[in-house]
């Protein structure tokens, strides 16, 4: 016979993939408690632009399937902006086809277009996204857990083991390496600058073809996101001021009225990188399950709900 403990579940992990693994299983009828080390607002998803469009991230046919079930999720949200953060944006991908975007991306998005040369100098795709401000975003899953039943509990882990339910999901991220231990997990550093908005209402994403580098300007109520860095394996997350310069500079090289705007913070996010996402499921040497959802790179916000939902099926 099943008590109501069977049905107890910790998800270990405050960041957006872990909010919306626990409220996908709240809404399912577990008993959820959310255990996070930092408050929702000082985890490493707040610093994410928000973009939904997948980058680095493996692998990529269930990387396309998650983020179309997340998709599906964004764009009912957004007909709520001011309370779920979520909101759907127009913009240029830079130096993208639409022969390179494929049938995955081309089927769901019927307002796909290659883009004109006043929207972007060379060949870009021309897209209607989500684009979610975490800042709202995280706090309204925050509130739509514990409408659903749940609890948030500030804790810091240091075993998956102390974790005391039947069922524990791991959404720990980059502390997954040394909580699981998985060394395959490591950091990709990114660097913003949040600038006062001069008035841009579009979002661009540049990639450099030599260099490699990705440019991109994302407008958030209030403020505009400039990047921004991708370095492997860098730990740091002290912002480089030669770096902001940096950034400031090629996004102003792409709509000059950025070179002049206010700059109002310098924020650092540790992307938690692997060479695939890890999402599976084990038996503890006690016989409890645990449950693996991590290794989301820079598109946790773009997949997580497709992972939540994977996750918690996972979870039964």
Do not use: K
Request: aromatic residues 6%; charged residues 25%.
């Amino acid at each position: 016979m099943e008590t109501e403990l069977d049905d107890e579940v910790v998800v270990v992990g405050g960041g957006v993939v872990g909010l919306t693994t626990a409220v996908v299983l709240a809404e399912r009828g577990r008993r959820v408690r959310l255990w996070t080390r930092e408050p929702v607002e000082r985890t490493t998803s707040v610093v994410a632009g928000g973009l939904w469009w997948p980058y680095r991230i493996e692998p990529v046919e269930l990387v396309r399937a998650w983020a179309l079930r997340s998709l599906d999720v964004y764009e009912e949200l957004a007909a709520r902006p001011e309370e779920t953060g979520v909101r759907m944006v127009e913009g240029v991908l830079g130096e993208t086809g639409l022969d390179e975007v494929g049938a995955w991306a081309a089927a769901r998005l019927p307002g796909l277009r290659a883009s004109s040369a006043a929207e972007y100098a060379g060949q870009g795709l021309w897209a209607r996204l989500p684009l979610i401000d975490m800042s709202t975003h995280l706090p309204w899953l925050r509130e739509r857990l514990v409408a659903a039943g749940g609890t948030v509990e500030a804790r810091a882990v240091t075993h998956l083991a102390e974790a005391d339910a039947p069922v524990v999901v791991n959404c720990t991220g980059l502390g997954a390496r040394e909580l699981v231990p998985d060394p395959d997990v490591r950091p990709v550093r990114g660097q913003l600058v949040v600038v006062e908005n001069p008035g841009i209402r579009t979002w661009l994403v540049s990639n450099d073809p030599v260099s490699g580098e990705v440019t991109y300007f994302l407008p958030q109520p209030g403020r505009l996101l400039l990047g921004g860095t991708a370095e492997d394996d860098v730990w740091s997350a002290e912002p480089d001021p030669a770096v902001a310069e940096d950034i400031v500079r090629r996004c102003a090289a792409l709509r000059p009225e950025i070179a002049g705007a206010r700059v109002l913070a310098h924020p650092v996010g540790l992307r938690p990188a692997r060479s695939a996402v890890r999402l599976e499921r084990e038996t503890l040497p006690d016989g409890r399950l645990l449950v693996h959802n991590y290794g989301h790179g820079g598109a946790g916000v773009t997949v997580a709900w497709g992972c939540a939902q994977e996750a918690a099926a996972l979870a039964s």
